[in-house]
Every structure is written in C-alpha cells, then in structure tokens.
C-alpha cells in the first residue's frame, strides 16, 4: 500500500511526459487507474485520510476527525495518535507514545491478520509518525518513523520491546547524515519544467521563508533548522523512507509464505514542499519526478523478491492542496486567506455585547468553533439559540461559505454537497458546536504558501490505482469514494471488510477471482 502524501489526481497527468517508465507510468498503464476518486468529506488533513483508506468509512465513524482536536473537558488540544500509555522503542528520549487506539473501527489488514489466526505480517514505514501508525492499524508487528532529532528510525512500545536488529543496522549507517550532506538541483533542465512556474514564481513561501529557489544546499539550510526537520522537506526524505520499506521486505521475508502479508509505505516529503510552494513550483514536479524513481526501485524489489503475480500493490493519496490564493486571484479567480483569528476577536466581542462578559468561546481550531456550554448553561441560554446566533454572526464574513452546528448535525441527515462533506467530518465525541467551510480557493491564514483542508475537488480528488495480482488494464472515469479501497481489498483476499466500512467493493477492478 503506497500512498503518498498531498498528491493531486492532476500531479499524473501533468508530468506524465517526464515520469520514467518503473513507477507511476508502470502502475497507470498495467493497472487499473481510477481518475475519478474523492474523500468526500470537509476536513481533508492529513490523518483523516490515512484513517479513512484504510477503515473504509468516513472520519464521522472511525472518529480520527482531524489531526488533532480540542477537548473541553479537559481544555487541551488532543494529537490522534499520542497515548500516553506507551514509549519511543529505539531512542529513549524520542517522541514515540503512540498508537491507533482513537480509530473507532479495525483496518483492512487486521481483518486479514484476525482471518488467518495471525499468521500475516504487517509492517508500516513512514517518516511522519500519522502514516506509519494509522496506516498499521491495531495488530500491526511494527510501525517505523524517523526521529526528528536523532534521525533513526524508531517505533512505539505499543509495537515492540527492541527494535530488530536489521532496524538497528540501517541506524547505525547514519542515512540521513549523507543525505544532508548534499545539494538539491532540479533533475532536469530549468527550461525543461513546461508544466509549472518559473523557479523565480513569487508565490512560493519556501523552506524558513527564505530558501524559494534552486540549489538548495542543504548544509547551509540546516543551520536554521534544527535536527533532522530538513529531512522532511527534500526528495532524500522519501529515498529514506523507501530505504526502510526495502530493508524490511527482505529482512521480514514479506510475502514468502502461503499467507498474505501487508506492507504500508507512506510518503510525506509532498505534504512540506506542497504547502511551502504550492502546486504550480519547479520543487513540486522535481520532487515527484525524483519519486517517480523511488517508486519504481521499490516495485522491482518487490516483484523480484515475491514475483509480479504474488504482490496486489495500489497507490493514492491522502489529499490534495489548493493552489496558491494570490496565484488565484492575479489570474481574476476568487480566492483568500481567511482571517480566523480576526473573524474569532470580532465574534468574542460580539458575544459579550449581546451575553456579556465571559469566555464564551473556549476555541477556534479545524474550521471548528468549541463553545463554552457549561457558561452557556448556566446563564440559561439554551444552546440551539446561541449557536444560532453565532452562525448568523460569522455567515457575514467574506471567507465562509457554510457554517453548520452540532445541533444541526445531529436533526438532519444531508444529502448531497457541501454539507454532506461536513457531516462525514462530524463526530459528536470530537467535533466543535459549529463547523464552518471556506469558499472556493480560501485557506486560513498561515505561514505556508498554501494548504488542504477543505471539501473542494482540489483537496478530494486524488489518484487512485491498482497493479498486480489479478488487477485488469484498464481506467476507470465514474466517481469512486476512498472508502471503496478497504472492502475491495477485503473482497479479493476472501477476508471480511472493516467492520464500520461503508464502502462498495470494486469487483471491476479484477478479473475473476
């Protein structure tokens, strides 16, 4: 399972012509390539859509809303995958208490490993803790990330005692210290990016709002960032990360018995370069190009190590980006940076005017509005009529175009477009009391060139394909939700679907089983 992150359907297309023939063109053309596949829900970040491909049902039902969210009982913001219960395994001081115990429901993979009395391997690598995690789900043997500090690979006791020693013999080769010791140059030449802006584009944030064009040496970079956090934002971040994905097929001999193991490889160097210089930058199409080749380096090891009619591979997203709004707006398209914490200092004042004085508002985070519902209470407001008012109050700002409550949520059942979206994002143990949705082309107001986050087709539609075992040739143009992938998965294996999926099995995708 590959899915890499912030990559729009259009990212395919648009560098075809440039991509070798090992990776995304291998996959497009001997697969089936659905051109037509959406989240279809508002929030789209970054652990929704993990949680969401893997469960095969909305963030509504397997809770992971959003990357974090806010907790008014406690008054402090929860990161979904923090547990406190477990440690980092392979460096004692790493950030490493995590697991998927805020997924409502069980993967595709831990229906399989529960099918055959737990005889499948499941292994995940990523260098963002939210894909190795919420892609492993509960009974995985081992989710790996990078340490942003030490940069070693590392997991959660959640997993492991000790790491393997094979972990232990890629760290101790300090990757990443090589990596970082090189110079990013484009792989083509500058004349050759048709498909983009000119490196010179005045759209872009760029890496520390500095660095915004080509060649980005990175010893000179690092002496701004701490640690390893440049990892996260060059092509050797995703090198790195097909580095441990190919260690681990032939260390934990994956897919070399009678039963089905599972390997997660996550992407996530897109998801920084995306935001720091939007969709339409030289940095962008450079970088896919380069993982174009890293694609392909893994899809030869794993067809020479299990054979290409022994492996079902299929590659996505986890959502796509915006394009940049100024970018938008120069060319005469509606666009914005919405002002959250203007529009939220306006409506405090509001609301002190109208209830008088007190924190009526305990947060703003998510496009979500948390209210303080035991003031509200105990003032005797009821608490339809205040969100209410505070819907009717925000509606006017420029930004917004739909602003829905809990209350709202929880009487009517939408149907169809934007609300419907917001309502999958919903849910009533970790959603706010009013959830708004941006216009078109608005992003909130923050220190990136762009950013994801919203019901649009920009941030839902993503690629989907896939390659192998009894995977037709073929595209696929009608609309396909990404809650499709798990119980199509399931379907092919004869194991039973995530219990919570809503999802319909793509039986077009393969030839009889």
Not at 161 to 172: R, T
Not at 253 to 267: M, P
Not at 454 to 477: A, C, E, H, M, R
Request: aromatic share 14%; hydrophobic share 35%.
């Amino acid at each position: 399972a590959i899915v890499v992150e912030q990559m729009r359907q259009d990212y395919i297309d648009r560098f075809w012509d440039n991509f070798g023939q090992k990776g995304f063109k291998k996959l497009a053309i001997n697969g089936t390539y659905c051109q037509n596949a959406n989240f279809n829900y508002s929030l789209t970040q970054t652990a929704p859509g993990y949680a969401t491909i893997v469960t095969g049902t909305e963030p509504s039902e397997h809770g992971i809303v959003s990357d974090y969210w806010f907790n008014p009982l406690t008054g402090v913001k929860e990161i979904c995958i923090v547990d406190s219960k477990y440690k980092a395994v392979g460096e004692k001081y790493a950030d490493g208490g995590f697991s998927p115990r805020n997924i409502f429901s069980t993967t595709f993979s831990d229906e399989a490993k529960l099918f055959n009395r737990g005889k499948s391997k499941i292994l995940s690598v990523s260098l963002s803790q939210y894909g190795a995690v919420l892609s492993a789900g509960f009974t995985a043997d081992a989710a790996y990330w990078m340490d942003i500090k030490t940069g070693k690979w590392i997991s959660s006791s959640y997993y492991l005692e000790q790491l393997p020693q094979w972990v232990n013999d890629l760290n101790s080769k300090n990757m990443p210290q090589e990596y970082l010791s090189r110079e990013w140059q484009p792989i083509l030449e500058i004349d050759k990016y048709n498909e983009v802006l000119p490196d010179s584009s005045e759209y872009e944030f760029g890496i520390d709002g500095v660095y915004k064009v080509f060649p980005y040496n990175y010893t000179n970079i690092r002496k701004t960032l701490p640690d390893f956090e440049l990892m996260y934002m060059i092509p050797e971040g995703n090198t790195h990360t097909t580095d441990l994905a190919v260690a681990a097929i032939y260390n934990e001999n994956l897919g070399q018995d009678g039963n089905t193991d599972f390997l997660f490889v996550n992407y996530s160097v897109s998801e920084n370069i995306g935001r720091l210089y939007g969709p339409q930058s030289i940095e962008v199409q450079d970088l896919f190009l380069r993982l174009d080749k890293d694609i392909g380096h893994l899809i030869d090891v794993i067809e020479e190590t299990v054979g290409k009619n022994n492996v079902l591979i299929y590659l996505t997203s986890n959502h796509g980006i915006a394009e940049t709004p100024q970018y938008l707006i120069d060319n005469k398209m509606p666009a914005g940076n919405f002002k959250q914490h203007y529009i939220l200092a306006l409506l405090k004042s509001y609301l002190k005017a109208i209830y008088g004085e007190g924190d009526w508002i305990l947060d703003y985070s998510n496009n979500q509005i948390f209210l303080n519902k035991i003031l509200i209470e105990d003032s005797q407001i009821p608490i339809d009529e205040f969100q209410e008012r505070v819907i009717a109050f925000i509606i006017n700002s420029g930004g917004i175009s739909h602003a829905i409550s809990a209350t709202q949520f929880g009487n009517v059942m939408f149907r169809q477009g934007m609300p419907l979206k917001m309502q999958n994002s919903f849910n009533q143990k970790r959603s706010g009391d009013i959830m708004i949705s941006l216009k078109s082309g608005w992003i909130d107001d923050l220190p990136y060139a762009t950013n994801h986050n919203s019901g649009y087709k920009y941030d839902t539609n993503v690629p989907l394909i896939f390659y192998g075992w009894k995977v037709k040739k073929q595209k696929l143009y009608y609309d396909i939700n990404m809650t499709d992938i798990a119980p199509t998965i399931s379907m092919i294996l004869g194991t039973p679907a995530p219990p919570a999926s809503t999802g319909r099995a793509l039986d077009d995708v393969f030839f009889n089983r």
